[in-house]
């Protein structure tokens, strides 16, 4: 049975950084995609980061390319994401999300299969 565990948020204050972490468990972490997606109150969920554990491959959303970086431990099953540079527009409920690696797969909410339960981030002075 797939597991997605994220931790690590918190209160920071903008221009901080922060590393969330998504241990994983129940699947073969080499052979699927992870992506970090969050969701602001109110609304949607947005902000893809996604690494393809099969060729390490990454891709970003814009809104969050060049200050957050995903990245992967194949032997701790944990996948990570490090957020610099924060935003109060940063803030959100982060989300740990997983499918099967496979040619077509799209670093976009719908293209995920398993869910964490979310870690929540606040950026605010």
């Known amino acids: 049975q797939v597991h997605l565990v994220e931790s690590g948020g918190g209160l920071v204050q903008p221009g901080s950084s922060l590393r969330l972490s998504c241990a994983t468990s129940?699947?073969?972490?080499?052979?699927?995609?992870i992506g970090w997606f969050r969701q602001a109150p109110g609304k949607e969920r947005e902000g893809g980061s996604c690494i393809d554990n099969s060729d390490g491959s990454t891709y970003y959303a814009d809104s969050v390319k060049g200050r957050f970086t995903i990245s992967r431990d194949n032997a701790k099953n944990t996948v990570y994401l490090q957020m610099n540079s924060l935003k109060p527009e940063d803030t959100a409920v982060y989300y740990c999300?997983?499918?099967?690696?496979?040619?077509?797969?799209?670093?976009?909410?719908?293209?995920?299969?398993?869910w964490g339960k979310g870690t929540l981030v606040t950026v605010s002075s």
């Open positions: 129940g699947f073969t972490l080499a052979t699927y995609a």
């Open positions: 999300a997983a499918v099967e690696s496979a040619p077509d797969y799209v670093c976009k909410d719908y293209g995920m299969d398993y």
